[in-house]
């Protein structure tokens, strides 16, 4: 814990520093560190858990605003005085019987990269920032659940504003709360989108990527994917070339059974897209024994196991916005 704090410490100290110096390097090295970066911070007990509505889920959004500004990521909203803004609230009330302190609202976190040309076509990467709060006195981080996923997103972000390929699309970063209360934000944004749904190509959903479950304990050069083919099948070839050469990592499938008890597909931001006939993927890395657990904290995290998945979802991005195929009709 010591040497977690000293951690966390350091990068506070230097983060603005560190961001101006490096910014334009993509090097793996550097993308560790910004994974790292951020989720020391995001996971940080200084962030109470980032309860949906709560104060830490403010602070938090506040770094997302901050870094995406630092990084060059335009505001994603409009509000409606006409002002842009990386901010979209929606009215929150909590569940009867909960007697923690909450805000009126919470905020998802948009922010927009522009296509290099015209274009009116856009992809979504998206993940949940909320996790549970402090119950009975323990501080639940959510380091996997989902900072990793946030931390990627905030990273792809970074290495898609210095990339100097064209891009034929644009780009929407989307941080959801809410989540955890039953995908609210996600239900929210799908119901008053920023831009017309029928322009958003695809939503690449990442929730947990940290870790590695006990099926995948020897090997953890591993990710599932979910709904890469439920839409649009040209999506899933998609990710496939995406995943070839060096790089690749085992594909597994497993929760992408329409039959499969744990019903995944349903329980994560993207199913709010695909149940408008939007393709989606979601990537995860699997249910582990820490998972909405106080112990789920960034000591356990593999950043270089979490840097080749966010490195998959950024090669398959990467085909969406600079080649872009049709996805539908399929």
């Not at 109470?48 to 994603?76: D, S």
């Not at 996600?186 to 929730?207: C, F, G, M, R, W």
């Not at 990527?209 to 890469?228: P, Q, T």
Request: proline letters at 5%; glycine letters at 6%.
């Amino acid at each position: 814990m010591f040497l977690r704090i000293l951690f966390f410490a350091a990068i506070l100290t230097g983060y603005g520093t560190a961001l101006a110096q490096s910014a334009t390097d993509l090097s793996e090295s550097s993308s560790l560190f910004y994974l790292r970066q951020h989720l020391y911070t995001l996971s940080a007990d200084s962030m109470e858990g980032r309860n949906t509505a709560q104060e830490g889920q403010r602070k938090a959004a506040e770094y997302l605003v901050h870094t995406l500004k630092e990084i060059g990521i335009e505001p994603g909203v409009i509000d409606s005085n006409g002002h842009k803004t990386y901010l979209q609230p929606w009215d929150f009330v909590k569940r009867y019987g909960d007697r923690r302190a909450y805000y009126p609202q919470s905020w998802n976190v948009i922010g927009l990269l522009p296509a290099t040309e015209p274009s009116d076509e856009y992809v979504v990467i998206s993940g949940h920032y909320d996790h549970l709060g402090v119950l009975y006195d323990s501080i639940y981080n959510g380091a996997d659940d989902n900072g990793s996923g946030t931390s990627s997103i905030l990273e792809m972000a970074r290495l898609f504003s210095k990339q100097e390929t064209p891009r034929k699309r644009n780009l929407l970063f989307i941080f959801f709360s809410g989540e955890e209360k039953g995908l609210l934000g996600s239900k929210h944004y799908a119901q008053y989108p920023t831009v017309p749904l029928e322009q958003i190509v695809t939503d690449i959903n990442i929730d947990m990527v940290g870790r590695a479950d006990s099926i995948h304990a020897e090997d953890s050069n591993y990710l599932y994917v979910i709904g890469s083919d439920r839409i649009s099948k040209r999506l899933d070839s998609l990710l496939q070339a995406a995943n070839s050469g060096p790089d690749s990592m085992q594909l597994d499938y497993t929760y992408n059974d329409p039959d499969d008890p744990q019903r995944l597909y349903e329980r994560s931001d993207h199913y709010n897209f695909a149940s408008k006939g939007i393709p989606v993927v979601f990537f995860f890395s699997g249910i582990h024994y820490d998972y909405h657990k106080p112990a789920d904290d960034v000591e356990k995290i593999n950043f270089e196991v979490l840097y080749r998945r966010m490195m998959l979802a950024y090669r398959l991005a990467s085909l969406l916005v600079c080649e872009p195929v049709p996805l539908l009709p399929d």
